[in-house]
């Protein structure tokens, strides 16, 4: 299918090391989504990076246990 991109969502820690990989798959434009079980990760600031195509945003989150 033409119009499917691959999407990536991935989660890093404070120091850049990727903490998991939420999503990597070929999808089409819409409203997806995903859940991070984080339970085996340590309470603190995380980057979560999303990427579809040539769009690329990184935002930051709080994970508290």
Known sequence: RDDDVNVT?????I???E???L???KRKA???????YASRQPS???FYKL???NYV???KMIFLK
């Open 9 to 13: 969502l991935k989660v890093y820690d």
């Open 15 to 17: 120091i850049g090391r």
């Open 19 to 21: 903490a998991e990989t």
């Open 23 to 25: 999503f990597n798959q």
């Open 30 to 36: 819409g409203t997806y989504e995903v859940i991070w």
């Open 44 to 46: 603190g600031v995380y």
């Open 51 to 53: 990427t579809a195509c």
């Open 57 to 59: 945003e990184t935002k």
